[in-house]
């Protein structure tokens, strides 16, 4: 498949038929299955040109019959799409202390998962080894060959220049990270913001699909946002947008890890919920529980933990007032770890937002908790590939 992609990418706009082919590949990767009348009118084409290049792509063994669309009447159409097993993405998200890991087929199907916190991104050399090494390993353990890898998506904490392929806060060298990884992996290497890359999967698949003006909250070790603006997601000049996590909102000694005083990610983060835990609940201090432990706390009923996540999600609401009216916003997502405890904590966010904005702009945001969960980062990555493989 990616080779069949190479080759339409060749004629540059050059062959009409191939860019005719490129769109209709491009929209049953993004949709999935589809009728011929539904992709004749997705892509202007008339229903005997649609029904030829879908032939054509059915006897190259590209496109399948996958099944018939119900109908009230008449005879059922046949729906379309690509052969699953023709090709892969990989998504791979890099934290601080996590590695996860996802293969998926050009049917949006999750093939294969791995994830592991015994990960150190600081340690920059051992980091990057790992990462180089252990991506092949576990696609050569699913037994999928090289040449079925479109490309491989990978979201990193910190600033990300997406556009160059560079990573400057971790896994940073003289070369971009992005061509280091594709020299030695051999297939296209993507590179992004993991919060972008988080907001580009809500985009595509989630709640943000058709809507023009959103923020992404991702709420997780750290804090990032994403930015959709007028149907585009927001990336600044140098790609470093959605750092606000890092603007100064309270008058605290409390050292944030970009290195400043009083950033918002000290009050509303998982780092900030580890520390604010351990200062209250003096039984469990000892034991120095990480924040997805205290997330699930919440789930036996622990009103510490309860009571931290309220008061969170409130500073949130606060922080966010100040975004809804320099940005306008129609709609604010909340994702990233904390979705297990994003429905205790939107009524808060609401309340934080109401208290401290102008009543029409937060009347004119909707606020919405991810239905995505933990496949955001792997949808995204499979977006970021898409938008680049064809040209």
Same mark, same amino acid.
């Given at each position: ?27 049953? @990767? ?14 202007? @084409? ?6 030829? @290049? ?8 590209? @496109? ?8 009230? %009447? ?46 150190? &991104? ?83 698949? *989630? ?18 946002? *994403? ?22 909102? +309270? ?7 970009? %290195? ?32 997805? +432990? &205290? ?67 937060? *009347? ?22 898409? +938008?680049?493989?064809?040209?």
């Amino acid at each position: 498949m990616r080779a069949y992609i190479e080759t339409l990418n060749a004629t540059n706009g050059r062959n009409n038929q191939h860019t005719q082919t490129k769109k209709i590949l491009q929209y049953l @990767l993004q949709e999935g299955e589809k009728t011929i009348p539904e992709i004749k009118d997705f892509s202007g @084409l008339s229903l005997p040109t649609a029904t030829k @290049l879908i032939n054509e792509l059915i006897e190259q063994g590209i @496109l399948v019959e996958s099944g018939k669309r119900e109908s009230s %009447g008449g005879r059922p159409p046949s729906l379309f799409c690509l052969d699953s097993s023709l090709g892969y993405i990989v998504g791979v998200e890099l934290l601080i202390n996590s590695f996860r890991f996802s293969i998926v087929n050009l049917n949006h199907e999750l093939i294969y998962e791995y994830e592991t916190d015994n990960f150190d &991104i600081n340690n920059r050399d051992e980091a990057f080894n790992f990462v180089a090494r252990t991506v092949p390993d576990l696609i050569s353990k699913k037994g999928i060959p090289d040449a079925k890898i479109l490309g491989v998506g990978i979201g990193i904490t910190g600033r990300v220049d997406g556009k160059k392929g560079i990573s400057y806060s971790f896994l940073n060298f003289d070369t971009p990270l992005a061509k280091l990884l594709s020299e030695r992996w051999g297939y296209p290497v993507y590179i992004d913001n993991d919060t972008r890359l988080m907001t580009l999967g809500e985009q595509n698949f *989630g709640f943000a699909r058709e809507k023009s003006n959103i923020i992404y909250v991702n709420l997780s070790r750290g804090l990032g946002i *994403g930015f959709i603006s007028n149907g585009h997601l927001h990336s600044g000049e140098s790609g470093f947008a959605g750092e606000f996590g890092h603007i100064h909102f +309270e008058d605290n000694d409390k050292l944030c890890v970009c %290195g400043k005083k009083g950033c918002l990610e000290t009050v509303v983060s998982g780092y900030a919920l580890e520390r604010q835990f351990q200062d209250l609940d003096q039984a469990n201090a000892a034991k120095k529980l990480k924040y997805r +432990e &205290i997330i699930q706390l919440v789930h036996t009923s622990d009103q510490t933990a309860r009571g931290l996540l309220i008061e969170m999600g409130e500073r949130l609401g606060q922080a966010l007032s100040m975004l809804v009216q320099t940005l306008n916003p129609g709609l604010i997502i909340l994702g990233g770890r904390f979705t297990d405890v994003a429905e205790l904590m939107k009524y808060p966010v609401i309340k934080g937002l109401s208290l401290f904005g102008l009543p029409q702009l937060v *009347g004119d945001c909707e606020i919405k908790t991810s239905t995505l969960g933990d496949k955001t980062t792997m949808l995204g990555a499979y977006t970021l590939v898409m +938008e680049n493989v064809f040209q």
